[in-house]
């Protein structure tokens, strides 16, 4: 009786996981999008500085630039300037970094979006990314860019999901949640220790971040219960403000 009930658990979460993913992953397109915009828009900034084309297109932004626009300082946010803890997410070195950071998004970002919906899946990032800036600032690298420290989130909210929710999952699925990740999770934190360039402490920071914002979440997919409308409202809210805060120095340059 007991497998009877577990195997009519898993055949609802399948089903249910199986609706969302045929779903539009709007809120990944949205953060997908707005990521690269703001890359747009450093380049016209940068070009408009008199920086040579070749040099924004094919290489890096301006260190002035990126600094200016809320790239993550050591000694800037220790003066107070916690603003950065976000900003540096949604700027990007060049076209390459870009590329790489709204990729890992776009894979990990449809999944989690099935599970979450948009407006979790925005506020993991967000939170994500803030603790990755803090790890960053904890290492003392003297200047952060990126979504990465996001897009580890995302990976720590799909391992937190299978954590605390896999046992109402088939097996096979569940294996997406966990034993499947770990590997590359690994994988992609040795190589920051490799490369110099790396920053291990976003991307640290960010795992934990993203996973410590799931674990404390209700889903989609496997949890019964549904938020209120204020717990909803609240999140948007939330986000909302994380994103206004994260565009606040393209607004006061512009």
């Known amino acids: 009786m007991a497998d009877a009930r577990l ?25 997908c999008g707005l990521t690269t915009l703001a890359y747009l828009v450093t380049c016209g900034m940068d070009l ?13 932004r301006s260190k002035e630039l990126l600094e200016a626009l809320g790239g993550r300082t050591d000694d800037l946010a220790r003066a107070g300037e916690w603003d950065r803890l976000l900003q540096y997410g949604v700027l990007h070195w060049n076209l390459g970094h870009l590329l790489m950071n709204v990729s890992a998004l776009w894979a990990v ?7 979450y919906g ?7 990032f967000w939170v994500a990314t803030a603790a990755g800036g803090f790890g960053s600032l904890l290492l003392g690298s003297p200047l952060t860019v990126g979504a990465s420290g996001g897009a580890f989130g995302l990976l720590g909210a799909m391992l937190a999901f ?5 046992g109402k999952l088939h097996p096979h699925t569940r294996r997406w949640f966990g034993p499947l990740l770990w590997p590359w999770v690994a994988g992609n934190l040795a190589l920051g220790f490799v490369l ?7 991307h640290v920071g960010g795992l ?16 019964n219960s549904e938020s209120t409308d ?14 206004a805060v994260a565009f606040l120095r393209f607004v006061r340059m512009g």
């Open 230 to 243: 204020l717990v909803r409202w609240a999140t948007r809210a939330v986000v909302a403000l994380a994103t």
């Open 118 to 124: 948009p407006a979790r899946l925005w506020l993991v």
């Open 196 to 202: 110099p360039f790396i920053d291990n402490g976003a």
């Open 109 to 115: 970002g449809e999944v989690l979006e099935a599970v």
């Open 7 to 31: 195997e009519r658990s898993w055949e609802r979460a399948e089903k249910r996981l199986d609706f969302y993913l045929r779903d539009r992953p709007t809120g990944t397109w949205a953060l």
């Open 48 to 60: 408009a500085a008199g920086q040579p084309a070749w040099k924004v297109v094919g290489w890096n």
């Open 208 to 223: 934990l971040g993203g996973m410590a914002a799931a674990a404390l979440m209700g889903n989609r997919i496997t949890d």
């Open 162 to 166: 299978g954590w605390r929710w896999g």
